[in-house]
């Protein structure tokens, strides 16, 4: 089996995610999918089912090179009782997408302060 065949559910999952100028290729026993996902959350989905296909990310037979087109994002201030979690179900994005964003504030995704200013990826 040809590692097109292997990852056709990757691939095929790409495509339907319209991930933008994708490329798929096969070159020294190693697949390359390459383009552009329209959300984190897309891309986070493309790694899952990377994962499904090779749990254990063991067979290292896939590169994928997916950038995520930069979308507009909401200003947010953290108030008590706050969670990335609550956040991303209000403004409709998961709490990794708003940790992604904000990786340059947030060092620990549980331990987030009131009075953080945070950036929020529209959905």
Same mark, same amino acid.
């Given at each position: 089996?040809?590692?097109?065949?292997?990852?056709?559910?990757?691939?095929?999952?790409?495509?339907?995610?319209?991930? !933008?100028?994708?490329? #798929?290729?096969?070159?020294?026993?190693?697949?390359?999918?390459?383009?552009?996902?329209?959300?984190?959350?897309?891309?986070?989905?493309?790694?899952?089912?990377?994962?499904?296909?090779? $749990?254990?990310?063991?067979?290292?037979?896939? #590169?994928?090179? =997916?950038?995520?087109?930069?979308?507009?994002?909401?200003?947010?201030?953290? #108030?008590?009782?706050?969670?990335?979690?609550?956040?991303?179900? !209000?403004?409709?994005?998961?709490?990794?997408? =708003?940790?992604? !964003?904000?990786?340059?504030?947030?060092?620990? $995704?549980?331990?987030?302060?009131?009075?953080?200013?945070?950036? =929020? $990826?529209? !959905?």
């Amino acid at each position: 089996m040809n590692l097109v065949d292997k990852y056709r559910e990757l691939t095929d999952l790409a495509t339907n995610l319209s991930v !933008a100028n994708l490329q #798929v290729r096969e070159q020294d026993n190693v697949l390359y999918v390459d383009g552009t996902a329209k959300s984190a959350e897309d891309k986070e989905s493309l790694w899952n089912a990377y994962g499904k296909l090779d $749990p254990d990310f063991r067979s290292a037979d896939v #590169v994928m090179n =997916i950038a995520v087109v930069e979308g507009t994002t909401t200003d947010y201030t953290v #108030v008590s009782g706050d969670s990335l979690s609550k956040i991303g179900k !209000a403004h409709g994005v998961s709490w990794q997408t =708003i940790y992604e !964003a904000n990786k340059d504030v947030i060092k620990n $995704p549980d331990l987030i302060q009131a009075g953080w200013k945070l950036k =929020i $990826p529209t !959905a």
